[in-house]
């Protein structure tokens, strides 16, 4: 009885524990031997192309896919690292932070340019930047907006338009929407002055990209700022409604960066999916990608993309996240 | 009498001197290179950690009565090291935390510290500013720490450099060690050859320049041998000395002897007069062999060479020993080249071919003939071959020897100087001498000069 019971209260805790995700796949779970969870902020259908052919070449690891939020990672990360083989993510100030607090394993076969990995530890696979996507509809007959500048005017000329149909992430919850937010508050004003706008359009706030894409699919908004393009771009059914603007003024590359658990009960077999990633994103020729490929970068000179470097950290202080996330609700959320 | 107590290695104990002292100078190079590496490898570090909490420390501000501290982005972008340290800050205000990580603390005791944080070792360091609002007095306090993983690399580079330099220094002093004690002891070998190449006559003083350091060696060398010289003359000088002085009264006393022989009719007192006169004639003969030893010895040790035809000098000496040889009715002949030109002593090569004809004449039987034959190929010879007995065969080796005499001389006149004198005549020339038999009987002694 008491067995049947705690059998009972396992499978409602695993129950209520798996209703947590967005998704959730298991690869490959017959004939493997060892199995690695990677908890990941990746839609499952972006990354699944990497993981068959990585079960392909070695048939003997399972792989359950666990797709969150950024934040979310974060938190369920920090809680119970053992739980956890691979940790992939968008926010790199984030998962920076993971490795600096000592959660990832150094993995000493990984060989990466020294601007792409820290601490050996941490590894960039992607390079993607933070678009303004449109709803061509919207911009009917109008220039498209090639700069945030222009987006604050063309904003501006047709406030009826767009009362209520822009959208942005929202910081508050989104970790890769609080990166590319802060990145940008560093790099001009201008943020601030269309965050200004758009919170007089009463911008409607998301917690992730695909949802954001779907509304303006849809119509239901006309501009979406800061989305990840490649998301946009993965749709086959927007390409043709939707516009996809890298900003002219000053572009925000984020780097999708994956490390392993320094709990993992398969430090060897996680090893070899890092190796695989970097291996299968490096590989240009290929095709069969569908995430953007890590661009090559000839030194860290280059401001567009977000460093790896310890300063991720800054915004990730509590004094300095309130601050900044009062002065952003200061400027969206006007009523 | 030859080999020599040897303790120890003069070069040996020098090159080990020398490379120890360079193994010991090697060693604290590399320590002191290293420990002065390491302490500035560790400012720079702490000066940055200052320099980034101080940037933290500048941004904050009190507003509305609350401390505000706004982070600057540079404050960690400039801890960014090339092995990617990481980085752990704790923000305080009056001690307690407002944000950071909370296992940081610092203990007043010392402005940089080492700890141990999430298992990897940090260096710390600690800033604080006292904010002063309307009605507020706060201190901020911030604890910055960052891992070594940077400064070690850097530090294990600088310590292999450092060993290179060490191992390199080693290697030239063991090098420049080997090189300085050779030249050294090349020195003192030098001394030793000359030495050795020495004749056996020569000792003269040592006039080649020598390092001050073994200037006093050779200082009582030159004095040692000057010494000897001298007591070695000094002998020479006292035997001719003596020589001469027993000769004039001996000559006194024989004349004396012989005049009382005329008068002596006893015949058993002019028997013993007769044996009188004859120890008289032993004792001059060899008062005058030592004279005539004594000054070859000194013309040998300054040899003055004259072109003669020894022909000419062997002619001489034969006409002038001619009435002698005829007493004991014998005849001698002289042979040979009709002129032999050589450079030569002339009064020692006569003094000693009277010698060999001299005992060719005391040992060879009467009326028999004394050849006398000079040769001038291949090199100046002088050979005198007599008709007697012959030398003893076993003492051949040893006749030419100071006052040595043959078996054969039992009944002779003699002293032993005569093969003697004509050995040290042909010496000094450069020569030699030889004693042989001739095989129908007869001694010859050839003089090679
Ligand atoms: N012509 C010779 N025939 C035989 N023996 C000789 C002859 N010349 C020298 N000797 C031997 O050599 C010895 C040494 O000779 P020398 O030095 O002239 O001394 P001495 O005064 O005894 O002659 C002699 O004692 C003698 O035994």
Same mark, same amino acid.
């Given at each position: 009885?008491r067995?049947?019971?705690?059998?009972?209260?396992?499978?409602?805790?695993?129950?209520g524990?798996?209703?947590?995700?967005?998704?959730?796949?298991?690869?490959?779970d017959?004939?493997?031997?060892?199995?690695?969870?990677?908890?990941?902020?990746?839609?499952?259908?972006?990354?699944?192309?990497?993981?068959?052919?990585?079960?392909?070449?070695?048939?003997?690891?399972?792989?359950?896919?666990?797709?969150t939020?950024?934040?979310?990672?974060d938190?369920?990360?920090?809680a119970?690292?053992?739980?956890?083989?691979?940790?992939?993510?968008?926010?790199?100030?984030?998962?920076?932070?993971?490795?600096?607090?000592g959660?990832?394993?150094?993995?000493?076969?990984?060989?990466?340019?020294?601007?792409?990995?820290?601490?050996?530890?941490l590894?960039?696979?992607?390079s993607?930047?933070?678009a303004i996507?449109?709803?061509?509809?919207?911009?009917?007959g109008?220039?498209?907006?090639?700069?945030?500048?222009?987006?604050?005017e063309?904003?501006?000329?047709r406030?009826?338009?767009?009362r209520?149909?822009v959208?942005?992430y929202d910081?508050?919850?989104?970790g890769l929407g609080y990166?590319?937010?802060t990145?940008?508050?560093r790099a001009?004003?201008?943020?601030?002055r269309?965050m200004?706008?758009m919170?007089?359009l009463?911008?409607?706030?998301y917690?992730?990209s695909g949802?954001m894409i779907?509304?303006?699919?849809?119509?239901?908004?006309a501009?979406a700022?800061?989305?990840?393009?490649?998301?946009?771009d993965?749709?086959?059914?927007?390409?043709?409604?939707?516009?996809?603007?890298?900003p002219?003024?000053?572009?925000?590359?984020?780097m999708r960066?994956?490390?392993?658990?320094?709990?993992?009960?398969?430090?060897?077999?996680?090893?070899?999916?890092i190796q695989?990633?970097?291996?299968?994103?490096?590989?240009?020729?290929?095709?069969t990608?569908t995430?953007?490929p890590?661009?090559?970068?000839d030194?860290?000179a280059?401001r567009?993309?977000?460093?790896?470097?310890?300063a991720?950290?800054?915004?990730?202080?509590?004094?300095?996240r309130?601050?900044f996330?009062?002065e952003?609700e200061n400027?969206?959320?006007?009523? | 009498?030859?080999?020599v107590? /040897?303790s120890?290695s003069?070069?040996?104990? #020098?090159?080990? +001197? @020398?490379?120890?002292?360079?193994?010991?100078?090697a !060693?604290?190079?590399?320590?002191?290179?290293?420990?002065?590496?390491?302490?500035?490898?560790?400012?720079?570090?702490?000066?940055?950690l200052?320099?980034?909490?101080?940037?933290?420390?500048?941004?904050?501000?009190?507003?509305?009565?609350?401390?505000?501290?706004?982070l600057?982005?540079?404050?960690?972008?400039?801890?960014?090291?090339?092995a990617?340290?990481?980085?752990?800050?704790a923000?305080?205000?009056?001690?307690?935390l407002?944000?950071?990580?909370?296992?940081?603390?610092?203990?007043?005791a010392?402005?940089?510290?080492?700890?141990?944080?999430?298992g990897s070792?940090?260096?710390?360091i600690?800033?604080?500013?006292?904010l002063?609002?309307?009605n507020?007095r706060?201190?901020?306090?911030? /604890?910055l720490?960052?891992?070594q993983?940077a #400064?070690s690399? +850097? @530090?294990?580079?600088?310590?292999?450099n450092?060993a !290179?330099?060490?191992v390199?220094?080693?290697?030239?002093a063991v090098?420049?060690?080997?090189?300085?004690t050779?030249?050294?002891i090349?020195?003192?070998?030098?001394?030793?050859t000359?030495?050795?190449?020495?004749?056996?006559?020569?000792?003269?003083?040592f006039t080649?320049?020598?390092?001050?350091?073994?200037?006093p060696?050779?200082?009582?060398?030159?004095?040692?041998?000057?010494r000897?010289d001298?007591?070695?003359?000094?002998?020479?000088?006292f035997?001719?000395e003596?020589?001469?002085r027993?000769?004039?009264?001996?000559?006194?006393v024989?004349?004396?002897?012989?005049?009382?022989?005329?008068?002596?009719?006893?015949?058993?007192?002019?028997?013993?007069?007769?044996?009188?006169v004859?120890?008289?004639?032993?004792s001059?003969?060899a008062?005058?062999?030592?004279?005539?030893?004594?000054m070859?010895?000194f013309?040998?040790?300054?040899?003055e060479?004259?072109?003669i035809?020894i022909?000419?000098l062997?002619?001489?000496?034969?006409?002038?020993?001619t009435?002698i040889?005829?007493?004991r009715?014998?005849?001698?002949?002289?042979?040979?080249?009709?002129?032999?030109?050589?450079?030569?002593d002339?009064v020692l090569?006569?003094?000693a071919?009277?010698?060999?004809?001299?005992?060719?004449m005391?040992?060879?039987p009467?009326?028999?003939?004394i050849?006398?034959?000079v040769?001038?190929?291949?090199?100046?010879?002088?050979?005198?071959?007599?008709h007697?007995?012959?030398?003893?065969?076993?003492?051949?080796?040893?006749l030419?020897?100071?006052?040595?005499r043959?078996?054969?001389?039992?009944?002779?006149?003699?002293?032993?100087?005569?093969?003697?004198?004509?050995?040290?005549?042909?010496?000094?020339h450069?020569?030699?001498?030889?004693?042989?038999?001739q095989?129908?009987?007869?001694?010859?002694?050839?003089?090679?000069l």
């Amino acid at each position: 009885m008491r067995y049947l019971v705690a059998l009972g209260l396992i499978f409602l805790c695993h129950a209520g524990w798996a209703q947590e995700w967005e998704d959730r796949q298991v690869f490959n779970d017959t004939g493997a031997t060892t199995s690695l969870r990677i908890i990941s902020s990746t839609d499952t259908d972006l990354f699944a192309p990497l993981i068959e052919a990585f079960v392909a070449r070695h048939p003997d690891v399972a792989i359950e896919y666990l797709v969150t939020g950024t934040a979310d990672i974060d938190r369920r990360f920090r809680a119970a690292p053992e739980a956890f083989d691979i940790a992939i993510s968008s926010a790199m100030d984030l998962q920076l932070k993971l490795t600096n607090d000592g959660y990832a394993l150094a993995l000493e076969n990984v060989s990466h340019p020294a601007w792409a990995e820290w601490r050996q530890s941490l590894f960039a696979f992607t390079s993607e930047p933070a678009a303004i996507v449109i709803n061509r509809a919207a911009f009917e007959g109008l220039p498209i907006p090639r700069s945030r500048q222009e987006l604050i005017e063309a904003l501006r000329a047709r406030p009826d338009v767009f009362r209520g149909r822009v959208g942005t992430y929202d910081v508050r919850q989104s970790g890769l929407g609080y990166l590319f937010a802060t990145q940008d508050a560093r790099a001009s004003e201008t943020f601030w002055r269309l965050m200004e706008v758009m919170g007089g359009l009463d911008v409607r706030l998301y917690c992730c990209s695909g949802e954001m894409i779907d509304d303006l699919t849809e119509g239901k908004i006309a501009v979406a700022y800061n989305v990840l393009g490649s998301y946009a771009d993965a749709r086959v059914e927007s390409q043709s409604i939707l516009e996809i603007v890298l900003p002219s003024d000053f572009p925000t590359t984020m780097m999708r960066t994956a490390f392993v658990s320094g709990a993992s009960g398969e430090p060897e077999a996680a090893e070899r999916f890092i190796q695989f990633l970097i291996a299968f994103q490096s590989n240009r020729a290929d095709g069969t990608q569908t995430l953007p490929p890590l661009q090559e970068r000839d030194n860290g000179a280059d401001r567009a993309s977000i460093a790896l470097e310890p300063a991720l950290i800054t915004f990730l202080d509590t004094l300095k996240r309130n601050k900044f996330i009062s002065e952003w609700e200061n400027a969206l959320i006007q009523n | 009498m030859n080999s020599v107590v /040897v303790s120890g290695s003069l070069r040996n104990r #020098l090159v080990l +001197t @020398l490379i120890g002292g360079a193994a010991v100078l090697a !060693l604290i190079l590399f320590v002191v290179v290293r420990n002065y590496a390491v302490l500035v490898a560790q400012q720079g570090q702490d000066r940055i950690l200052i320099a980034s909490a101080t940037s933290m420390l500048d941004s904050a501000t009190i507003r509305d009565g609350a401390v505000e501290l706004d982070l600057p982005y540079s404050a960690f972008s400039m801890l960014s090291t090339a092995a990617d340290d990481r980085v752990f800050y704790a923000i305080l205000q009056d001690g307690t935390l407002l944000s950071g990580y909370e296992e940081l603390t610092f203990s007043d005791a010392q402005a940089f510290q080492f700890d141990r944080i999430r298992g990897s070792d940090v260096r710390k360091i600690s800033a604080s500013r006292i904010l002063i609002g309307a009605n507020l007095r706060t201190e901020i306090q911030i /604890v910055l720490a960052q891992t070594q993983d940077a #400064l070690s690399e +850097t @530090l294990d580079q600088i310590s292999r450099n450092a060993a !290179l330099l060490g191992v390199g220094f080693f290697a030239l002093a063991v090098g420049l060690s080997f090189w300085a004690t050779s030249a050294t002891i090349g020195q003192l070998g030098k001394l030793t050859t000359s030495v050795t190449r020495r004749g056996p006559q020569d000792l003269s003083p040592f006039t080649k320049p020598v390092p001050r350091e073994m200037a006093p060696l050779v200082k009582s060398l030159n004095s040692l041998m000057g010494r000897l010289d001298q007591s070695l003359r000094q002998s020479e000088d006292f035997i001719a000395e003596a020589a001469h002085r027993v000769r004039t009264p001996l000559a006194t006393v024989r004349s004396y002897a012989e005049a009382t022989l005329q008068r002596v009719d006893k015949e058993e007192n002019r028997e013993a007069m007769r044996s009188m006169v004859k120890a008289i004639d032993e004792s001059s003969r060899a008062a005058g062999q030592l004279l005539d030893h004594a000054m070859i010895t000194f013309r040998a040790d300054h040899l003055e060479r004259d072109e003669i035809d020894i022909v000419d000098l062997a002619r001489d000496l034969v006409q002038r020993m001619t009435p002698i040889a005829e007493m004991r009715d014998l005849s001698l002949l002289l042979l040979g080249d009709p002129r032999v030109q050589y450079s030569c002593d002339p009064v020692l090569i006569q003094n000693a071919v009277r010698n060999l004809i001299d005992n060719a004449m005391k040992y060879g039987p009467a009326e028999s003939a004394i050849e006398i034959t000079v040769t001038g190929e291949p090199v100046p010879r002088i050979t005198v071959c007599d008709h007697g007995p012959g030398f003893p065969i076993h003492e051949i080796e040893t006749l030419t020897a100071r006052f040595q005499r043959g078996a054969n001389a039992a009944n002779t006149i003699g002293s032993g100087l005569g093969l003697t004198i004509a050995r040290d005549v042909a010496i000094a020339h450069g020569g030699r001498i030889d004693l042989t038999n001739q095989p129908e009987g007869g001694a010859c002694v050839t003089l090679s000069l």
